[in-house]
């Protein structure tokens, strides 16, 4: 089997400061700031306009999805997507490298970038270490808005990279796919609440396995190395040759694990877009695990 040329899924601060510097960016290489905090802590546009690296846009995740599903932070249609990165001034031949603001280092830059990739663009990279060490390395920051100018994007679906409720549902009888849920331990037992839910007990997908997603990053906000990441996985008993699902609870933190099945070589993660939040409205009952005591599945 030919070994695929992947993408470099990953870009270091320095490198990206280099390029500002250069005075790269433009059609060429957009930097995109895709920072979503939880209502009434922080404020990711407000903070954007007064810091951000320098050349960068506003990537608002909550323009950019489904708004009209009933679930959340769903996929937007391919028009929906084309029209809104391409406002951005993002075309098929540019770089994309995504970063955001949040203390872990990295929380929300993957789901963008999964979501370049879901919509067929191959060269999207998260900024390793985030906004969090470009401020700590004393990279330069900006309070001036990017205006890019406009540009044509053409989005194609890739099925691949994207399962359905549906298909998540069909796989607990056929088991062609691994699941691999990367909320909180408890979160996943179904011990601990789900934050800012109302109607949502926390649980999970029958045979999933649970990998936290903040297992893949560094105490500093760094990717873990890939041979850290494989020995995660086979700990996990997740074999990397073989189809995988990930899953969360509305789609973000589960591109967590996409990113590191990709910096292993395995690039065709495919993420439950609607994850626990459809699944526990949707699913069957006794599709449902919880050890929390009100959980009636």
């Known amino acids: 089997m030919v070994q695929q040329v992947l993408y470099r899924a990953l870009v270091s601060t320095r490198w990206l400061a280099e390029s500002v510097r250069a005075g790269n960016l433009g059609p060429g290489l957009r930097v995109l700031d895709a920072s979503w905090y939880s209502p009434g802590t922080r404020d990711a546009r407000k903070e954007y306009l007064e810091s951000h690296v320098p050349g960068a846009s506003f990537f608002d995740i909550e323009q950019c999805r489904d708004r009209a599903s009933p679930y959340e932070m769903m996929l937007p249609s391919e028009a929906g997507f084309a029209d809104y990165v391409g406002r951005l001034g993002i075309s098929n031949d540019t ?61 194609t679906l890739d099925h691949s990279l994207l399962k359905t409720y549906e298909q998540v549902l069909e796989n607990l009888k056929s088991k062609r796919f691994q699941l691999v849920d990367s909320r909180p331990q408890g979160r996943y037992l ?73 910096l292993c070589g395995k690039p065709d993660v495919a993420v439950y877009d609607g994850s626990w939040f459809e699944w526990f409205h949707r699913a069957p009952p006794e599709t449902r695990v919880s050890q929390g005591k009100d959980e009636k599945a």
């Not at 990717?223 to 850290?228: A, F, T, V």
């Not at 074999?239 to 973000?252: E, F, M, N, W, Y």
Request: glycine share 8%.
């Open 190 to 262: 179904g011990t601990q609440p789900e934050p800012d839910a109302v109607g949502l007990d926390s649980g999970h997908i029958h045979s999933s396995v649970n990998m936290p997603f903040t297992d893949f990053l560094t105490e500093d906000g760094f990717e873990k190395s890939p041979e850290e990441l494989r020995t995660m996985f086979q700990a996990k008993k997740v074999d990397l040759s073989q189809p995988l699902i990930a899953t969360c609870r509305k789609g973000v933190t589960a591109c967590h694990v996409a990113l590191a099945a990709y």
């Open 95 to 155: 770089h994309v490298v995504v970063y955001d603001g949040d203390k872990l280092g990295t929380f929300y830059a993957p789901r963008v970038w999964w979501m370049f990739r879901v919509f067929g663009h191959r060269t999207v990279s998260v900024l390793n270490g985030g906004f969090r060490n470009w401020l700590k390395e004393g990279h330069p920051v900006t309070s001036e808005p990017s205006r890019p100018e406009p540009a044509i994007f053409k989005a």
